[in-house]
């Protein structure tokens, strides 16, 4: 288990241990079925459902980490082959693209890189198992983070993941919810007291 997943998982716990207003979930919450649809829809690579089960500010962020990463390749070389492998001429390509369209493209350029085979693919599809262990909710239920143990198999081996994926309840559609990826990273906003200042 990555390391973050665990500091993730530790803080769920403390949160409930100290009264926190975190709360268990049933099984049945909306968020369960929308979990799982998200991970049925990475492990068969259809990255256009992905993408449009993730929150929009957590695309945007994603986007302008690839053209800043592009732009401040160290090399000309290095810019080039970055380009390349998106499968592009020059960064103004990536700048016109929707963020979901950028988020499709990086992600088939990185499994692209893996060469799964079509075979191997459709095994890992047809044996995917999702085991969602916990449901955990905060701010009222407006976030939710769920705790998943997945099980899938290739060709040859094996596969038992476990994942923490947190979910958000869209602001102006209280019935839909959005993965949020970067609630798995340390996010920081400044003090009211430092706002005032300026």
Known sequence: MKLRSLILISACSLALNLGARAESLPETHPTAAIVKKYLEAVV???????????????????R???I???QNSETMTL???????????????????TPQDAYVLDRKAVHDRMKI????????????KINILGLIGEEDGKIVHALVRT???TLDSDIAELLLISVVQDKDDTK?????????NPMSS?????EEKK
């Open 79 to 97: 810019e080039a082959a970055k380009l390349n492998m998106l499968g592009i001429k020059d960064v103004k390509e990536l700048e016109k693209m």
């Open 44 to 62: 068969k690579q259809d990255w256009k459902t992905a993408a449009e089960m993730l929150l929009p500010s957590s695309l945007e962020r994603r």
């Open 176 to 184: 839909k919810w959005l993965v949020a990826p970067d609630m798995q």
């Open 151 to 153: 099980k899938q198999e």
């Open 190 to 194: 400044p003090l009211k007291k430092a």
């Open 117 to 128: 085979t079509p075979e191997v693919l459709k095994k890992k599809s047809e044996t995917l």
């Open 64 to 66: 302008s980490q690839m």
């Open 68 to 70: 800043s990463s592009i």
